[in-house]
């Protein structure tokens, strides 16, 4: 059964209280229980980590290489626009990426255009709020089916 990695980066785990007007009204444990129900029905099983440091989301992408995740899903949160270091954890272990996000970047201040994950991610999935999640499960799923190097 393939494995999936959802991973969550600052402040994520405020969902559903942090600014439901741009972000919604789902707490994080509600989009990870949805997902993990559309890997089910994927025939995928999905693992989830949230965490504020990043030096703890750099230790679980290196930790996944070893246990057989076969596709990261990442709303790395404001890393998105300033780590180096978990870019360079993602091109290490040679796993495909799905940048998720719930708001569109593109849309708000100019400083969150810049991705340091988009050019090295298989796709990006932005501004569908936690439909968002759902839909990079089911691609994750059809990526994975569709590799012959799946784990």
């Known amino acids: ?25 789902d707490t994080l ?23 504020n440091a990043e030096h703890a989301l750099l230790e679980r992408i290196h930790q996944a290489a070893t246990e057989g995740v076969g596709c990261l ?3 790395p949160g404001a890393f998105t626009h300033t780590s180096v270091a978990l870019r360079d954890a993602v091109l290490a272990v040679h796993l495909p ?18 991705s340091y994950f988009s050019d090295i991610a298989v796709g990006v999935i932005t501004g569908f709020g936690a439909l968002g999640y759902e839909l990079a499960v089911r691609a994750a799923a ?4 569709r590799s012959p190097h799946t784990r």
């Open 1 to 25: 059964m393939p494995r999936l990695l959802l991973l969550n980066g600052p402040n994520l785990n405020l969902l559903g209280t942090r600014e439901p007007e741009i972000y919604g009204a």
């Open 29 to 51: 444990e509600a989009i990870e229980e949805r997902a993990r129900e559309c890997a089910r029905e994927a025939g995928c099983e999905l693992q989830s980590f949230q965490s």
């Open 73 to 75: 899903i990442f709303n």
């Open 97 to 114: 990426l799905i940048e998720v996000h719930l708001s569109n970047p593109h849309s708000r201040e100019p400083f969150r255009h810049r």
């Open 142 to 145: 059809r990526h994975l089916a």
